[in-house]
C-alpha cells in the first residue's frame, strides 16, 4: 500500500490566503565582515576559495561573533518589532542557521541575552533526529 497525498496545501498558497506571514518579505541579514590576507605572494599551493570558506566558517561558529549578532537579533525584536506592537502583539521571530550545531550555538546565546535583559520571551531550537553537541545528545 503506497501512502500518496490526497490534497496540497503550498506555502504559497498559505501566504496569500493570510494563514501564514512570508518571512522573505520581513528577512532581515547580518552582514559578517573579514579580510582575508595573503602572506605569500604567488604561492601556488594556496587555494584562496577553499582558504575564505574555512575561515568564514571559523568567524561565524566563533562564540563571540555569535553573542554579538544574538544581541543585535534580540535588541531588534524587542525595540523594532514589539515596541512597534507589529503583528497585533503576536510577534515571533526565527533565526536561520547553517546547520544544527550553529542553531544549538545561537539558542544558548539569545536564551542567555533574554535572560539578562529580564525579557518575558524564550528562545526555543528546533531540528530532526539526534545531535552530539559538547558531552550530551540533543
Known sequence: ???????????????QEGFILDVLK?????????????????DPEFDTKRAKKKLRRYVESHDHAIRLKAEIMVDHFHEQVLAANKIGGQARAMVVTSGIERAIQYFHAIRDYLAERKSRYQAIVAFSGEHEYGAARR
Do not use: N, W
Request: charged content about 25%; proline content about 6%; aromatic content about 16%.
Open 26 to 42: 520581513h528577512y532581515t541579514p547580518i552582514d559578517s565582515y573579514y579580510k582575508l590576507i595573503k602572506k605569500v605572494e604567488g
Open 1 to 15: 500500500m503506497k501512502h500518496r497525498p490526497f490534497h496540497s496545501y503550498t506555502m504559497k498558497q498559505a501566504i
